[in-house]
T-cell receptor
């Protein structure tokens, strides 16, 4: 089982460049989310999705775009990278069963440095 | 606004000790609570999920409790081992939206042989 797969694992960008962080899950989960983790700030929600075609903003959405055209994929786009976006990015997925909400599964993270 | 706090920020114990990690949250409305483990440079691994209607969950040497009235959860680790050394994070989410987790800042645990 692949679970939640994030690519790339590491990336260095120059200020002003754009890029897409990829996230894919093979568990048919309807919920997918992006978080960033910074020292002293913990994990903060950037964007999330409750199903294909439906996305919403989290706590820190500025500078990021998302779309969800399929259940499996939830890419995160940095429009114009800034040093403040240097962070570790995590993608997560989960679903709601007949018994209630399930645990969230996380990818291994993408470590992004913007210079 | 929901805020999640974990105390202590760091903890060092000798192997074999039983220990308790604390998590508190400000909004005691209907929430689920999860405990995660994070090893250095790695992603998060779910340990236990306590749904809003439940009071506790157990998995092996781990037991997590949820008291919504006081806005607190505890993670109890029995007979700690060096392999338990990691950062432990708690997170809350509203029922029906586990895609929107609010995290505490974590407790970094070191278990010394």
């Amino acid at each position: 089982n692949a679970g939640v797969t994030q690519t790339p694992k590491f990336q260095v960008l120059k200020t002003g460049q754009s890029m897409t962080l990829q996230c894919a899950q093979d568990m048919n989960h309807e919920y997918m989310s992006w978080y960033r983790q910074d020292p002293g700030m913990g994990l903060r929600l950037i964007h999330y999705s409750v199903g294909a075609g439906i996305t919403d903003q989290g706590e820190v959405p500025n500078g990021y775009n998302v779309s969800r055209s399929t259940t499996e994929d939830f890419p995160l786009r940095l429009l114009s990278a800034a040093p403040s976006q240097t962070s570790v990015y995590f993608c997560a997925s989960s679903y709601r069963s007949v018994k209630g909400d399930t645990e969230a599964f996380f990818g291994q993270g993408t470590r992004l440095t913007v210079v | 606004k929901q805020e999640v706090t974990q105390i202590p920020a760091a903890l060092s114990v000798p192997e074999g000790e039983n220990l308790v990690l604390n998590c508190s949250f400000t909004d005691s409305a209907i929430y689920n609570l999860q405990w995660f483990r994070q090893d250095p440079g790695k992603g998060l691994t779910s340990l236990l999920l306590i749904q809003s209607s439940q009071r506790e969950q157990t998995s092996g040497r781990l037991n997590a409790s949820l008291d919504k009235s006081s806005g607190r959860s505890t993670l109890y680790i029995a007979a700690s081992q060096p392999g338990d050394s990691a950062t432990y994070l708690c997170a809350v989410s509203r029922i029906g939206n586990t895609g929107k987790l609010i995290f505490g800042q974590g407790t970094t645990l070191q278990v010394k042989p």
